[in-house]
């Protein structure tokens, strides 16, 4: 599945090279303070494709309208009220945007998306050049060279790659010339070293060679004022090479957002220091860093907050400056040390809701300072599943990219899958290719503290509501969430 969205007519485009103050450079490890984060678009004009997806690239603005039905039954907007997977994720997508476009050096700018297109400059290559070690002549001159009568050329000079031809070519003449370097005036073909013979001042060319060969002339590749990349491509090592042949050191692209990851609670500590009796590690920051890292955009850890909603709301708004956007884990149920829900609730900066799936029902999101805030519930593998569903969408989106979602495939379920009726059940599953079909094998039971379980797996299977239990041998949806070349 694919998601069309269209970046905006009005842009600044790339310009010819131009270099880059190393000052100017954000990217590897982000700094303490400044720079500031990158501002989203003043408007992100998306376009569907097919109807499901053109239903997630609506228009974007930051507080999109809610755009699902009330739970049958259920207050709207209240406690009971089931939030459908789908629309919450549509109205997600709605109320991110992408980023504005910034220049960055080539390296930095390897899996970005180009925000405007880029044309030569100059003809590529530049000139006309030797595609053999051997000697320029006029073709014209050797037409009737044969092994035994072989037509001897004087030499009047010679030319490296990266020097200038010190001579030009006339009648029964020839210029010594290497591979790369520039064809001499005068010549229009390259006899190959192998075909001729010293003798004395002289070469001796022992077969004729065409007009124009072995040469590459100049503009052959493209056209001085012809396309390069155009805007929306995902800039990857055959963008880079060519980018770099054709001058540029840096492009225009939408930049990898910076994603500050908190997670929440008095019981957590950090993975390297000891954890007395009742507290556990924090995991969630770690799975969060690695799912945004993966996306593409560049995570960095805001650290343990403790359930204290005066230190949160700090420590979020300490974050903004230097984050395009936030993800907190823990604390959005409705539990006495529920500091997110706390610290953001009653100033309606962030919603906070009960999906309709599992794992992951309590969710929050919405923009503290104008840049989006997830709330995920606390359970690592609400997390995993949550950040799959709803945040790495958005994240692509924000980066310009068109294929936000994960492929999914048909897969065969080997095991029985189950769970509440009412809700999207996110299965962790296994899928392997067997004869030419998929089959989806659960990695373990559905609690949703299970890490290990994500771990082993490889997809979600996705039961859709209205069923309890999918039996063996019955198909089913599965978002795979690794590549399975990597899938060692
Ligand atoms: P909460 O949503 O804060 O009520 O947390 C739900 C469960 O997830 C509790 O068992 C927490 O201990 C656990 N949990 C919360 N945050 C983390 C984290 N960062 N890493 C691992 N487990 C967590
Ligand atoms: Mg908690």
Known sequence: MTTGFELPEEQEGNKPPAPVAPDDVWGAPPPTDLPPAHPPEEEAPVAGVPPTQAELAAPTSASAPLPWEPTEGAEPGGPEELRPVDLVRKWILDSVSVLQPIELPLQEAQGCVLAAEVVAQLDLPPFSS????????????????????????????????????????????????????????????????????????????????????????????????????????????????????????????????????????????????????????????????????????????????????????????????????????????????????????????????????????????????????????????????????????ALLKMMGRHDILRPEVTAILETDVSGPKEKTVFARVRVTRLGGEWHAASTGPGQSNLISTVAKANGLAVVPPGTETLPAGTKVRVMLFRALEDDG
């Not at 000079?157 to 990266?162: C, M, P, Q, S, Y």
């Not at 124009?212 to 056209?223: L, W």
């Not at 850890?301 to 359930?307: A, F, P, Q």
């Open 130 to 393: 030797s595609g053999m070690d051997g000697f320029a002549v006029r073709a014209s001159d050797v037409a009737e060279a044969t092994p035994q009568n072989p037509r001897q050329l004087r030499i009047v000079g010679r030319v490296a790659a990266g020097q200038q031809p010190d001579a030009t070519v006339g009648l029964d003449e020839a210029v010594r010339i290497a591979t790369g370097a520039p064809v001499p005036a005068g010549a229009d073909a390259i006899v190959p070293v192998e075909q001729t013979s010293l003798q004395g001042e002289g070469v001796l060319v022992l077969a004729p060679v065409k007009e124009g060969a072995f040469i590459r002339p100049a503009g052959q590749d493209v056209k001085a004022g012809g396309l390069l990349v155009p805007r929306g491509r995902r800039v990857a090592a055959p963008e880079l090479g060519l980018l770099a042949s054709a001058g540029y050191s840096s492009v225009l692209v939408h930049p990898r957002p910076r994603v500050a990851v908190i997670s929440t609670g008095d019981e957590l500590v950090e993975p390297g220091r000891p954890a007395s009796f009742g507290l556990i590690r924090d995991s969630n920051s770690f799975t969060l860093f690695g799912g945004v890292r993966d996306a593409g955009a560049e995570p960095f850890l805001g650290g343990i907050v403790r359930d204290d909603v005066d230190e949160l709301r700090e420590t979020v708004l300490g974050l903004a400056i230097r984050a395009d956007c936030f993800i907190s884990s823990g604390g959005v149920s409705v539990g006495e040390r529920d500091v997110v829900k706390k610290a953001f609730f009653r100033r309606a900066e962030i919603d906070f809701y009960k999906v309709a799936m599992q794992p992951g029902m309590p969710q929050g999101f919405g923009m503290i300072e104008g840049k989006p805030y997830w709330g995920l519930p606390g359970n690592p593998v609400s997390v995993f599943v949550s950040f799959e569903v709803f945040i790495r969408p």
